[in-house]
């Protein structure tokens, strides 16, 4: 399989003013890893994400970080100068919004510091990951309290060179003893709504959960009509119970959940058969292996496949490590799992890693992964405008190499 994104048959024209004159470029020529989104920027000859999930050639003029014009503009009707910036092999598109990270080189978003988080927060940016949603592990009330106000504080004050933390996921504490995966079991809490507002749940966007258990089914509801995302996961949950709680998400399909069954339908039945529930998809096949990425991508509507990296502290770094108490080996192929060798841990690599990855060894194009690990995150947590690559727009975005498919540099509201 050609690794190489591919673009639509779509025409292509401009205007001459459109394209800089020799002249012009030299004098306000720009190489892609110098641009600031100040003043006016124009991006020419590159291949571009649209919102109807199309990669098209088109030209893309901004300024300062809303996009003003798109294919055509005419230079003369602006007063500033405008800097150029020449793309070949290259294709912008919306940013990535992993939804579901833990942390990474070293950082922990369950029990770090601000500034080591800000730290990681450079490193993703810098490596194509614009924003994120902060995962927590389960662990006690007052420490998972202490770290949402920590999160919710950089969340409030977000610095320029960092990806964005568009909000919490706390996977934890209310999830089964018996799908606890990694998690130790003595360290879970029921899942009732006096235990969840105990947490003091500021800027809580996903709440991963068992619904079977006691207090859950109540949690979720009460969680749906609060407008956080209630997501089923490390559950032994039926099909019932999803139908009961109004759940419309789970957590990392097939991994620390019910078994897909042919007679008693469980949670992942209904996560295959309800086309109204999101799938979050762990992206690393060491979690899933690619033939079940297929099988889920064509039983999924294509807007309800959420690509994840589940990415762990020390992802990006390939050491053993502890997390919860539990060692945590990591093997030579980047596998993390339990010194026993009997649970997996979740992924040693981020998104950005597994781009290349996921469209060699599976039917996945460039244009879904975008849209898996961009486009729908976005739409889920109702922040699609942020990561909608449209004139008049001010979008999180991110020029890819078309060659390698890794990105080349991220650009942030």
Wanted: proline share 5%.
């Amino acid at each position: 399989m050609n690794p190489s994104i591919q673009t639509c048959n779509t025409s292509f024209t401009s205007k001459i003013s459109t394209i800089p004159s020799l002249k012009q470029l030299n004098s306000h020529q720009v190489h892609l890893r110098d641009v600031k989104l100040n003043g006016y920027t124009a991006f020419i000859g590159g291949d571009v994400f649209t919102p109807s999930n199309k990669i098209v050639k088109q030209n893309l003029l901004f300024n300062d970080k809303r996009l003003i014009a798109t294919d055509e503009f005419d230079e003369n009707k602006i007063k500033d100068s405008v800097q150029y910036v020449l793309l070949n092999d290259e294709t912008i598109t919306p940013a990535m919004l992993d939804e579901h990270i833990h942390g990474g080189y070293g950082v922990n978003f369950h029990n770090s510091s601000e500034t080591q988080i800000r730290l990681l927060l450079r490193k993703l940016k810098e490596t194509g990951t614009g924003a994120v949603i902060a995962t927590t592990l389960p662990g006690s009330t007052e420490n998972i309290k202490k770290q949402i106000k920590l999160l919710s504080n950089i969340i409030k004050n977000p610095n320029e060179g960092e990806a964005k933390i568009y909000g919490i996921h706390l996977e934890g504490p209310f999830l089964s003893p018996h799908k606890s995966g990694i998690h130790p079991p003595e360290i879970l809490q029921e899942p009732t709504i006096e235990n969840y507002l105990a947490l003091e749940p500021e800027n809580v966007k996903i709440v991963t959960l068992a619904p079977e258990e006691k207090g859950g089914i109540e949690l979720a509801k009460y969680l749906n009509s609060n407008g956080v995302i209630a997501s089923a996961g490390h559950t032994m949950a039926l099909a019932s119970d999803i139908v009961k709680s109004g759940i419309k998400q789970v957590t990392h399909i097939f991994n620390a959940m019910a078994p897909f069954r042919h007679r008693e339908l469980t949670v992942a039945n209904e996560a295959i058969f309800n086309d109204e529930i999101a799938a979050e998809m762990n992206s690393d096949k060491s979690l899933l292996d690619p033939k079940i990425m297929d099988f889920v991508m064509r039983m999924k509507p294509k807007d309800k496949l959420i690509l994840i990296s589940d990415a762990l502290p020390e992802a990006g770094i390939k050491k053993d490590f502890i997390m919860n108490n539990v060692l945590i080996h990591v093997k030579d192929d980047w596998t993390a799992i339990s010194d026993d060798g009997k649970t997996l841990a979740g992924s040693m690599q981020f998104l950005h890693d597994l781009a290349k990855q996921l469209i060699d060894t599976t039917q996945m194009k460039f244009q879904d992964f975008i849209r898996y690990a961009s486009v729908n995150p976005s739409k889920n947590l109702k922040v699609e405008k942020d990561f909608r690559i449209e004139k008049g727009f001010s979008p999180n975005f991110t020029v890819w190499n078309n060659k390698t498919i890794k990105p080349e540099k991220t650009f942030t509201i």
